[in-house]
């Protein structure tokens, strides 16, 4: 057996995190559709973690390594929305260390995108925006970059991936992994959105490594089938390597669902659209534009299509970002702007 006590890991937010029934929402696609299975939704937009989401996981153990290399600054970088630049932002605030972001600007946006939601408490938590690039920067020799000179200041950065999603950041959702299998319920599928894969990665080879036959369903925010199932297969690989396991993943085992891309990463779909209400208004749950909301449109269109039985048990883990909201008001509500 494997265990994660013997990596560091640094406390940074509320587990295990609640697993609710969508009853009201079960209800409601029954009375329309012939197949629909139970829902459950796995509140990992619960992590406590300056308003939460699934990078809480993966930092726990990101700065535990940190910590270990005696690193006095956190640098990381992402979109200008990035949920995960946010929750480094606040990791960093806990482990009393710096915290440099570069930020990327990856689609046209508005003033909203530009100042407001993750971007405005990115400011509020005290990290420091040391630049915004361009689309198609190379952002990871940019952090390299950076690194370099902050180390040419005395200072002992620690580099961050861009979603945490290495083998160690996806140790957080091996433990996750562990949550589902000690849930009171025998859950079939787990649907989430996928995009730097360190969480379907990290979920996949959890289950494998605990013999859990769930299924999981990676619904796509950015690449395409083909490119997010081989980088998930090799995260994943990585991962239960890195747990001292060696698990003989097939490819094809690993399920993605690329569909609900739209016209790219972050750029708004009607299905997005329509499953944020749909949900905020059965259940009193806010979803997000770039990730859970494509990925919860992934979810009822796979539920309508009939690809799950309705003794089936199917859970949404929901990966946070909800403040991204107010980065896309224009989409939501665009009478007001
Ligand atoms: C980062 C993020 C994801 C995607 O998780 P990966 O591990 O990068 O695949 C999903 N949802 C939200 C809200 C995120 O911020």
């Known amino acids: 057996m494997f265990t994660l006590a013997c990596y560091p890991r640094y406390p940074l937010g509320?587990?295990?995190?609640?697993?609710?029934?969508?009853?009201?929402?079960?209800?409601?696609?029954?009375?329309?559709?012939?197949?629909?299975p139970s829902l459950w939704i796995k509140r990992d937009n619960c992590t406590g973690l300056a308003t939460g989401g699934n990078k809480t996981r993966k930092l726990e153990f990101l700065v535990g390594e940190a910590f270990?290399?005696?690193?006095?600054?956190?640098?990381?970088?992402?979109?200008?929305?990035?949920?995960?630049?946010?929750?480094?932002?606040?990791?960093?605030?806990?482990?009393?260390?710096?915290?440099?972001l570069l930020l990327e600007s990856r689609q046209k946006s508005d003033e909203d995108y530009e100042r407001s939601g993750n971007v405005l408490l990115d400011e509020i938590l005290g990290a420091q925006i040391?630049?915004?690039?361009p689309?198609?920067?190379?952002?990871?020799?940019?952090?390299?970059?950076?690194?370099?000179r902050l180390r040419g200041e005395g200072r002992r950065p620690f580099v961050i991936p861009v979603g945490g999603s290495n083998p160690t950041g996806a140790l957080g959702y091996v433990a996750c992994a562990e949550e589902l299998d000690a849930a009171p319920i025998p859950i079939d599928w787990v649907v989430h959105a996928t995009g730097s894969a360190g969480t379907q990665a990290?979920?996949?080879?959890?289950?494998?490594?605990?013999?859990?036959?769930?299924?999981?369903?990676?619904?796509?925010?950015?690449?395409?089938?083909?490119?997010?199932?081989?980088?998930?297969?090799?995260?994943?690989?990585?991962?239960?390597?890195?747990?001292?396991?060696?698990?003989?993943?097939?490819?094809?085992?690993?399920?993605?669902?690329?569909r609900w891309v739209g016209g790219g990463y972050g750029?708004?779909?009607?299905?997005?659209?329509?499953?944020?209400?749909?949900?905020?208004?059965?259940?009193?749950?806010?979803?997000?534009?770039?990730?859970?909301?494509?990925?919860?449109?992934?979810?009822?269109?796979?539920?309508?299509e009939g690809r799950f039985k309705s003794e089936e048990n199917v859970v949404f883990l929901h990966?946070?970002?909800?403040?991204g909201l107010f980065a896309y008001r224009s989409t939501f509500a665009p009478s007001t702007t």
Do not use: W
């Open 14 to 36: 509320h587990f295990p995190t609640p697993l609710e029934p969508l009853t009201q929402l079960t209800g409601r696609l029954g009375d329309t559709y012939r197949s629909v």
């Open 68 to 100: 270990q290399q005696g690193a006095d600054t956190l640098i990381t970088q992402g979109a200008i929305q990035s949920n995960h630049a946010r929750q480094t932002a606040a990791a960093a605030v806990l482990a009393g260390m710096h915290c440099s």
């Open 130 to 133: 040391v630049d915004r690039l």
């Open 135 to 148: 689309t198609g920067t190379d952002m990871q020799a940019a952090m390299e970059e950076l690194a370099e």
């Open 202 to 258: 990290g979920l996949v080879a959890g289950l494998r490594l605990l013999r859990h036959d769930a299924k999981v369903l990676g619904v796509c925010v950015s690449r395409n089938e083909d490119l997010q199932r081989s980088l998930v297969h090799q995260l994943a690989q990585d991962t239960a390597a890195k747990c001292g396991a060696d698990i003989h993943l097939p490819q094809d085992a690993v399920l993605v669902d690329d």
């Open 267 to 304: 750029v708004p779909t009607d299905g997005m659209v329509e499953a944020v209400r749909l949900l905020a208004t059965t259940e009193g749950i806010l979803l997000d534009p770039v990730y859970s909301g494509k990925a919860f449109a992934g979810l009822l269109g796979n539920i309508t």
């Open 319 to 323: 990966t946070g970002g909800s403040v």
